[in-house]
């Protein structure tokens, strides 16, 4: 599943000086915000006719398509020679792309009911683990003519295309992950009942009757995709955010690190997340709930990022160490409300609709994830010229901004806006 996000390398500053684009380091975070877009605006595009396709024909055909769209497109991506290349790839392997709603629901029907948090989270770490990996591998293994020329030459694939290695490499993965499919047990249609006791038939009586209730009127399930859709957006535009505001001037407001620094930073939060949701979360929801947890950890997410812009004051070694606690701690929160949302999308709908209920989802998650790119490096690119403001300057006007919208997130997860599933934990 990590291969998903993986293969999403976002664009560093670094990166789009060199494909030609951004001339003032400013506009740097216009630009990459419309390449992250893209992906998510291609997936916004087809995400409900792949759950659809999912509980039709299967969820495994729809997640080998997906998987081999990840190989072909995230190869051509590396090999962009200009912006528009990198954004029509990142476009298409979007597009194509119909693995996250699938899982979802594969995640949920090959465990029993007291371990779904557990599957869920699996497939939320992987999702935030990507996002983490991708970045961090563009760092570390970007350039590297420049970075390792004892083992590739500047004339070399490597080193005319300074981006292809990190692409490559999650290519190389996705192939593998593409052969492992072979064992992959498909699901749908997998749980029948067979007993024919009075009990059981009115469980069929009510399970027919909600088959033909539609998507868009069942209020639980509508209800937990808007607040996905919200915090969603709110995480890719701190993603996209974080790396451009890392690497940025100290000047701007930034950290003036290098893409390794960042790359460091991030897999250090790759691997707390791993063993955040394989120990801890489940415990949590376990004692909480998805609902309370949730609503915690939006909590908490406020006065980590209100912090974050005043790390400039903060000198070696002290800020390394004070931006991997910080990182870690926010992603950990991140995936814990995103965890708890898909456990109340999948415990809203009947089985033979929740790839359907998760294409809807995952659709329009993707619109949310597709404009947070653009506004985030607009609303960047805007803070960085308003530096002296008397309101927020700067990048504080940035952080602030992700707040509201978490603040948003938080209203909405409270009644009457949000209604539980009958299945699941109102706590």
Known sequence: MMINNTSVLLLSPTQIRDLNVAERTEDIGFYAGFVGASFMFGR??????????????????????????VVVFNTLFGLSVNY???????????????????????????????????????????????????????????????????????????????????????????????????????????????ESTSQDVEKVQESGIRKKKSLFRNWPLMSS???????????????????LWAESDKKYGG????????????????????????FLYPRINKVLGPIKSSRIAAILCIPILFAYPYMTYISEPGLSIILNIASAIKNNLAVTIITGTFILQNNAVPQDQRGAANGLSMTGMSFFKALAPAGAGIVFSWAQKRQHAFFFPGDQMVFFLLNVVELVGLILTFKPFLAVPERCDSR
């Open 44 to 69: 916004c595009l087809t995400s409900t006719a792949w759950g659809i396709a999912a509980d039709r024909i299967g969820r495994k055909p729809v997640v080998v398509f997906g998987i081999s769209s």
């Open 255 to 278: 950290l003036s690190l290098s893409s390794e620094d960042v790359g460091q930073v991030l897999a250090v939060t790759g691997a707390s997340l791993l063993v955040y949701q394989l």
């Open 225 to 243: 995709i808007i607040v996905y859709c919200i915090f969603s957006f709110h995480d890719m535009a701190y993603t996209e955010v974080f790396s």
């Open 84 to 194: 528009w290349m990198a954004i029509a790839t990142r476009f298409l392997l979007g597009a194509l792309n119909g693995l996250l709603g699938p899982i979802k629901a594969y995640a949920i029907e090959v465990c029993r009911p007291e371990h779904e948090a557990l599957a869920l989270s699996l497939v939320s770490t992987a999702w935030g683990i990507g996002l983490i990996i991708g970045p961090a591998l563009g760092g570390y293994l970007a350039l590297p003519a420049e970075n390792f020329p004892a083992i590739f030459s500047p004339d070399s694939v490597f080193g005319r295309f300074p981006y292809f290695l990190p692409c490559l490499c999650t290519s190389v993965f996705a192939a593998a992950v593409l052969v492992s499919c072979i064992w992959m047990p498909e699901t749908l249609h997998r749980h029948k009942v067979h």
